[in-house]
């Protein structure tokens, strides 16, 4: 498959790790097990052929705790499409699938650093993230 797009800039456009306290802390550091992570993709033209995609990262526990960090990333990235790419689904699986394959490996990564250096060390996500699935899915 031949790559309709170009990355022009990458960068973390915001991010927030809050923990309100120590107990709070410890708590989580016990429970952090519950918590997930969630992705959502958003996307804006900036100029002709020129997109900006926000990828947001959030690790979160959905439970009814009390006491709970919350950890959230927003990823930019800014991709110049080709000339010839002109049909919308082609681009829609440029934006959601494309790009996030190759960028995220090391978004990941970044967001892994700043849990582990918000206290929560060695922290891994269990499930690699696929794509091609979310984007065939969201087809239906």
Known sequence: MTKNYK?????IKDMSSETPDVDTYLFVKDNI???SLNI???S????E????????LTYSDKGQNKKKSIFVMVYATVIKIDDDLKDQKALRRVVLC??????YPDLEKLFL???NGSGYEGLK?????DFEELYKSNQN
Do not use: C
């Open 98 to 103: 494309d790009v996030q394959n190759e960028i």
């Open 33 to 35: 097990s519950n918590y």
């Open 44 to 47: 804006k033209i900036l100029k």
């Open 113 to 115: 650093n700043i849990l």
């Open 49 to 56: 052929k020129i997109i900006q995609v926000e990828t947001t």
């Open 7 to 11: 990355i022009l800039a990458r960068y």
């Open 125 to 129: 996500f269990n499930k690699k993230v």
């Open 40 to 42: 959502d993709i958003k």
